[in-house]
């Protein structure tokens, strides 16, 4: 299953965003269409690359949007970008989310008392290769660090891609350690750091800062999946959420033709692309 990408607009304006098709050229979601798994038996999971390593524009998955393309992060009607955390610039690792997965923000969770942050689950690659935005990678999860932002649970969830010619000797969190000396370390200084800059506290953390496991990682991602399906199924309320898979059927066209009228009548280049997804 392979992925590619369509760019509109140009990049660092708030017009750009990038959206997905599938191998047949349909437009598709990266939060609902694109699957978790790469190989179940494995568990080996798909991820969405949002922002390459190196990069400092705050890309992500528009959650609210239809077709959830990626699009840069706003604040305060400007485009948001990252700090360079000394010695770093950008963000030390391909970053971006596993699709299907949902950080629920009416459950609290039992192990670090905050609710969720309302988006799919955070992946940090540690993968040699530094990564083209959008790009649909298949990663290893390693283990995880919980993020406290602003009172809401964010988990960033340590990954490798398997592609990465090193990937066979990395299958949890201690391997990163002894491997990768100093990496996890940097990682949690840059998350405890990197909003500093704009005037804000630094970040906290459950568990002390603690790197949870390979095995709690795992039921932590297949937790967010449950809460995804909660969430596709209608289940639980999707508040502002789009939950509307994009690869489209006959009998669904039309209803959703009238939804993404409805929500981005103002947003051209969302409306452009959906229409012409009707007609591929």
């Not at 995880?144 to 949890?172: H, Q, R, S, Y």
């Not at 991602?221 to 809460?227: A, P, S």
């Amino acid at each position: 299953m392979s992925f590619t990408i369509e760019e509109r607009g140009k990049p660092n304006t708030l017009d750009y965003r990038v959206f997905f098709r599938n191998t047949e050229g349909k437009h598709v979601s990266p939060f609902h269409d694109i699957p978790i798994y790469a190989d179940e038996a494995q568990n080996i999971f798909h991820a969405v690359v949002e922002v390459p390593r190196w990069t400092n524009a705050k890309m992500e998955i528009a959650t609210k949007d239809p077709l959830n393309p990626l699009k840069q992060d706003i604040k305060k009607g400007n485009l948001r970008y990252v700090a360079n955390v000394f010695p770093h610039k950008g963000y030390i690792w391909n970053y971006g989310a596993i699709p299907q997965t949902w950080e629920d923000p009416g459950h609290k969770d039992a192990d670090t008392g905050c609710c969720g942050d309302n988006d799919p689950i955070d992946i940090c690659d540690i993968g040699y290769k530094v990564c083209s935005r959008g790009e649909v990678i298949k990663v290893k999860v390693l283990g995880t660090l919980a993020l406290i932002d602003e009172g809401e649970t964010d988990w960033k969830v340590i990954v490798i891609n398997m592609e990465d010619p090193e990937a066979n000797n990395f299958n949890n969190i201690d391997d990163v350690r002894r491997l990768k000396p100093g990496y996890l370390e940097a990682t949690f200084e840059w998350f405890k750091k990197y909003k500093v800059p704009d005037g804000k506290p630094e970040n906290q953390f459950a568990f002390n800062g603690e790197f949870k496991d390979r095995d709690f990682a795992l039921k932590t991602v297949k937790e967010t999946h449950e809460f995804w399906k909660s969430l596709i199924s209608k289940k639980t309320n999707a508040g502002e959420l789009n939950c509307s898979t994009c690869v489209f059927t006959e009998s669904s066209q039309l209803k959703q033709f009238y939804l993404c009228f409805y929500r981005v009548f103002s947003t051209k280049t969302v409306l452009f692309v959906f229409l012409q997804s009707l007609l591929n």
